[in-house]
């Protein structure tokens, strides 16, 4: 949008400035997989833009080349990101892939096969990475640990903030700095770009599994990368267009749909969750809450604007006391994925996370007694009531 909005503001608008003069109030849904080419011309002149990496052409020709209902949706997600340019795929992980595998159109000539990494990582994301499927080779360290991880060969660095399941900050300014020329992705779903512009920290590309916040009802599976640099964009289109990841456009109108509430839905989840992890702390059987401090360096100096609406917590008794926890809650959901509108509670070690190595569980705090709430919008009185009475 051309003035400076809040980010409220953004949520309503953006993404919906071409709809007065297509005659529309509510966001059109194209589901059309090809468009008609009149010209020949102008259908060639746009098929050479689009395997160039541009954005749009006169002529979108085909529905994996370009489709206006996830245009509309990409660019109300980089509005709200601060990017140039955002670019929508089949799922977050399908995103993630996306950003490892234009790293070989950047580098071109040159390929980079390695990757630094830090856990924890979604489950998903860090087995994408140990499998080696991509054929980069991964170094796993920490935040003090990256300068010395990088190589020549060096392609990316990524990060994940807040971290599934743990929850734990990164301060993305400083990954940025020790990954020096090397560009840095950060998965930052579980903040949403309501609490968090990882681009605004210098990061070279974001990422989203938008099935979470951004759809935000449990009914869309999705994932979003955004950018400010030129040259990642494009690549990030192309790789799009050859793997053929494309967001379903109704998928993406889910999205665009629910982007206006996505700052209320994100702000009162988090007053819940804020709320839960008092009570939780003081409940003797949890042994540890794990949620962000809002002392944390990385709030305090404004990376995070919330404390998000993830938690963690540890019970005694292993894998034997979570899943009698899930069995036994009656308003919480016992599932995986987040950002629902209802509370989802599941147990990281045997549902998310367990593709995880051993060593990897243990280096990013996935133990046998951890439990993962994903706040919805119900009241705390309600969610407490039912999670003591599962603990008890
Ligand atoms: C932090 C995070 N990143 C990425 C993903 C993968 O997203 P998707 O399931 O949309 O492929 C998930 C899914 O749970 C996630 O929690």
Redesign the pocket.
């Given at each position: 949008m051309e003035m400076a909005h809040s980010t409220e503001t953004l949520a309503v608008h953006a993404g919906r400035e071409d709809f007065s003069a297509l005659g529309v109030h509510a966001p059109p849904l194209d589901l059309s997989s090809t468009y008609p080419v009149p010209h020949l011309e102008e259908g060639i002149a746009s098929l050479d833009a689009f395997v160039e990496g541009k954005a749009s052409a006169v002529n979108p020709i085909y529905s994996r080349l370009y489709n206006p209902t996830v245009a509309n949706f990409e660019k109300a997600l980089a509005d709200l990101e601060g990017a140039t340019d955002a670019v929508a795929y089949a799922?977050?992980?399908?995103a993630?892939t996306a950003a490892l595998m234009a790293t070989r159109i950047l580098y071109g000539e040159k390929p980079r096969n390695h990757v630094v990494a830090m856990r924890p990582l979604?489950g998903?994301?860090d087995h994408l990475l140990s499998s080696g499927l991509l054929g980069f080779e991964v170094t796993w360290t920490n935040a003090e640990g990256i300068a010395d991880a990088i190589r020549a060969d060096t392609a990316l660095v990524m990060v994940?903030t807040p971290a599934?399941p743990t929850c734990k900050l990164m301060d993305i300014e400083a990954v940025v700095q020790a990954a020096g020329e090397i560009p840095v992705f950060v998965?930052s779903?579980?903040a949403t770009p309501i609490f968090q512009n990882p681009l605004e920290w210098g990061a070279t590309v974001v990422?989203h599994?938008?099935?979470?916040f951004l759809g935000g009802h449990g009914d869309v599976?999705?994932?979003v990368l955004a950018t400010k640099n030129e040259k990642w964009a494009a690549a990030l289109r192309q790789v799009r267009i050859v793997t053929g990841a494309n967001l379903h456009p109704l998928a993406a109108w889910l999205c665009i749909r629910s982007m206006p509430t996505l700052p209320m839905r994100v702000e009162r989840a988090t007053m819940t969750a804020t709320d839960l992890s008092e009570r939780l702390a003081k409940h003797p059987a949890v042994q540890a809450v794990y949620y962000p401090k809002a002392d944390d360096p990385v709030l305090q100096k404004g990376q995070m604007k919330g404390r998000g609406a993830l938690l963690a917590f540890e019970i005694a008794g292993g894998t034997e006391a979570a899943a009698k926890l899930m069995a036994r809650v009656r308003l919480c959901v016992p599932a995986?994925?987040?950002g629902s509108t209802d509370t989802l509670i599941q147990h990281p070690a045997g549902l998310?996370h367990r593709v995880l190595s051993p060593e990897a569980k243990e280096e990013a705090g996935v133990t046998d007694g951890l439990i993962r709430l994903s706040v919805g919008l119900e009241s705390a009185d309600d969610l407490w009531a039912d999670i003591r009475q599962a603990l008890e």
């Amino acid at each position: 949008m051309e003035m400076a909005h809040s980010t409220e503001t953004l949520a309503v608008h953006a993404g919906r400035e071409d709809f007065s003069a297509l005659g529309v109030h509510a966001p059109p849904l194209d589901l059309s997989s090809t468009y008609p080419v009149p010209h020949l011309e102008e259908g060639i002149a746009s098929l050479d833009a689009f395997v160039e990496g541009k954005a749009s052409a006169v002529n979108p020709i085909y529905s994996r080349l370009y489709n206006p209902t996830v245009a509309n949706f990409e660019k109300a997600l980089a509005d709200l990101e601060g990017a140039t340019d955002a670019v929508a795929y089949a799922s977050g992980m399908a995103a993630t892939t996306a950003a490892l595998m234009a790293t070989r159109i950047l580098y071109g000539e040159k390929p980079r096969n390695h990757v630094v990494a830090m856990r924890p990582l979604y489950g998903g994301t860090d087995h994408l990475l140990s499998s080696g499927l991509l054929g980069f080779e991964v170094t796993w360290t920490n935040a003090e640990g990256i300068a010395d991880a990088i190589r020549a060969d060096t392609a990316l660095v990524m990060v994940e903030t807040p971290a599934n399941p743990t929850c734990k900050l990164m301060d993305i300014e400083a990954v940025v700095q020790a990954a020096g020329e090397i560009p840095v992705f950060v998965d930052s779903t579980f903040a949403t770009p309501i609490f968090q512009n990882p681009l605004e920290w210098g990061a070279t590309v974001v990422m989203h599994s938008a099935t979470k916040f951004l759809g935000g009802h449990g009914d869309v599976l999705a994932g979003v990368l955004a950018t400010k640099n030129e040259k990642w964009a494009a690549a990030l289109r192309q790789v799009r267009i050859v793997t053929g990841a494309n967001l379903h456009p109704l998928a993406a109108w889910l999205c665009i749909r629910s982007m206006p509430t996505l700052p209320m839905r994100v702000e009162r989840a988090t007053m819940t969750a804020t709320d839960l992890s008092e009570r939780l702390a003081k409940h003797p059987a949890v042994q540890a809450v794990y949620y962000p401090k809002a002392d944390d360096p990385v709030l305090q100096k404004g990376q995070m604007k919330g404390r998000g609406a993830l938690l963690a917590f540890e019970i005694a008794g292993g894998t034997e006391a979570a899943a009698k926890l899930m069995a036994r809650v009656r308003l919480c959901v016992p599932a995986v994925s987040l950002g629902s509108t209802d509370t989802l509670i599941q147990h990281p070690a045997g549902l998310t996370h367990r593709v995880l190595s051993p060593e990897a569980k243990e280096e990013a705090g996935v133990t046998d007694g951890l439990i993962r709430l994903s706040v919805g919008l119900e009241s705390a009185d309600d969610l407490w009531a039912d999670i003591r009475q599962a603990l008890e």
